[in-house]
């Protein structure tokens, strides 16, 4: 999963769009989805359509006549998987909505987070996640708002911890 949110887990405004600009996050959304497969919902594929050039769209949506302009459609997170799986796809990168990133959580081996060192208005969120209980730190590069970048941003690394296997 990749995601952009603030410190108390905002991601967008409820009414599309998001409460920052963050050119900074927006290179290194780009960059991590780089050629991969991205499941979003509905509402966020049209958010950004045109945006697409290497990125392969799966779109989830429950609209039974939903065509998007690219990609794929699903009605779930597991066919999701299987579309991005049967094309050979090593990984499938969770972009959002809220209500998709709520969905595919238990799925999730690794975040990629960006945290805008802020507390903005919003009315969608991140789902809730437990760091150093059910998630790990792997690492972490910060930086100070700047000319282009109104906050200053931390990216953040986790992965899944797994349960030992039992012996």
């Not at 409460?19 to 927006?26: H, S, Y």
């Not at 050979?88 to 945290?115: F, K, Q």
């Amino acid at each position: 999963m990749i995601v952009c949110m603030d410190r108390n887990r905002v991601i967008g405004t409820g009414s599309g769009g998001l409460p920052w600009k963050l050119p900074r996050d927006i290179a290194h959304f780009r960059g991590y989805t780089a050629g991969k497969f991205m499941l979003l919902g509905r509402k966020t594929y049209e958010e950004m359509t045109g945006w697409f050039t290497t990125q392969t769209p799966i779109v989830m949506t429950q609209q039974e006549d939903y065509q998007p302009a690219e990609g794929h459609v699903v009605r779930s997170v597991s066919d999701a998987i299987k579309v991005a799986a049967d094309a050979g796809a090593d990984e499938l990168v969770v972009s959002g909505g809220a209500s998709i990133y709520r969905l595919a959580l238990p799925y999730a081996d690794s975040l990629v987070l960006t945290v805008v060192k802020a507390e903005l208005e919003g009315s969608a969120f991140f789902p809730s996640y437990n760091t150093g209980i059910e998630w790990r730190e792997l690492r972490r590069e910060s930086f100070l708002p700047d000319e282009e970048n109104s906050f200053g941003i931390d990216f953040i690394w986790l992965e899944r911890v797994r349960p030992e296997a039992k012996r």
